[in-house]
């Protein structure tokens, strides 16, 4: 069965650094990725997703993430972070035709 | 389109007590889900759904019942209501082939 870590449970930053959220994952076959985002007292929303292809895949709001085999890793990154990018944020894994599986979450502050 | 809705937003219960929480979405997805989210735990599967008239356990299934009669709800039961379900309840639906889900606001329910 798949399983998702991600290792910082609470991730302070300030505002204009750059950021790396870690996630890893151990699954035996095929996997595809995603990264939510919570916001306070919201629900989840899709941040962005690998299901095939480019290793590298990038957000509409300036996050990428890498889509690393060898290393079972899929860590999300940011080059310049805002106050708004305040939220939580889950790694989650899905085999083929399985619900997903989602990490504990990383909580970011940015800090003005 | 409205997406996923949840009702209640808010309830709380006194032990014993039952309730029913209601789960729509408009979107017309074959997939439907129930998770649980506590603090520190990230989001935890209750039950899901592939499709109407379907239903089938997650990881964490104990003291909750579900029914998709129609496809476009997902009723999530408790029958007795325990203090260890005190929790936020989120309802999700997604497409096969897609894997990505799409989630509703939250229930937040308190069992005193």
């Known amino acids: ?112 | 389109n409205a997406g996923v809705t949840q009702t209640p937003k808010f309830r709380v219960l006194k032990t014993g007590q039952s309730m029913t929480l209601l789960c729509a979405q408009d979107m017309n997805h074959e997939y439907m889900y129930w998770y649980r989210q506590d603090p520190g735990m990230g989001l935890r599967l209750i039950h899901y759904s592939v499709g109407e008239g379907t239903t089938a356990k997650g990881e964490v299934p104990d003291g909750y019942n579900v029914s998709r009669l129609k496809k476009q709800n997902f009723l999530l039961g408790l029958e007795s209501a325990a203090p260890s379900q005190t929790s936020v309840y989120f309802c999700a639906s997604g497409r096969p082939l897609l894997y990505e889900q799409y989630f509703g606001p939250g229930t937040r329910l308190t069992v005193t």
């Open chain 1, 1 to 112: 069965a798949q399983s998702v870590t991600q290792l910082d449970s609470q991730v302070p930053v300030f505002e204009e650094a750059p950021v790396e959220l870690r996630c890893n994952y151990s699954s035996s076959v095929s996997v595809y990725l995603f990264w939510y985002v919570q916001y306070p007292n919201q629900g989840l929303q899709l941040l962005l997703k690998y299901l095939s292809g480019s290793t590298l895949v990038e957000s509409i709001n300036g996050f990428e993430a890498e889509f690393n085999k060898s290393q079972t890793s899929f860590h999300l990154r940011k080059p310049s972070v805002h106050i708004s990018d305040t939220a939580e944020y889950f790694c989650a894994v899905s085999e083929r035709n399985t619900p997903l599986v989602f990490g504990k979450g990383t909580r970011l502050s940015v800090i003005a």
